[in-house]
């Protein structure tokens, strides 16, 4: 995936809000996805962007969208599609 420069920024800013929202260390949120708190760390500060499956992860451990993760919406709730009814 990749993330325009202005996404990576929303991307670092939302990932930090989020996780200290939950009053919730860079450790354990590292631990938490498999990763090594300096490559968390990376995602935080706009080094590197997330794999696509740990995209999802955050995603889904947040209940927000990645369209809120990544700045395409201001939205963070996301709805299960109504297709399934």
């Known amino acids: 995936m990749i993330v325009k420069g202005w996404q990576m920024q929303i991307l670092a800013e939302r990932l930090k809000a989020l996780r200290e929202n939950r009053r919730i260390y860079q450790k354990e949120m590292a631990e938490l996805l498999g990763l090594s708190l300096r490559g968390y760390q990376c995602y ?8 696509l499956a740990t995209l999802i992860a955050i995603a889904d451990y947040y209940h927000v ?12 709730d996301f709805h299960t599609s109504s297709a399934e009814d």
């Open 44 to 51: 935080e500060s706009e080094e590197s962007e997330p794999k």
């Open 65 to 76: 969208s990645i369209d809120y993760l990544v700045g395409r919406t201001d939205i963070p």
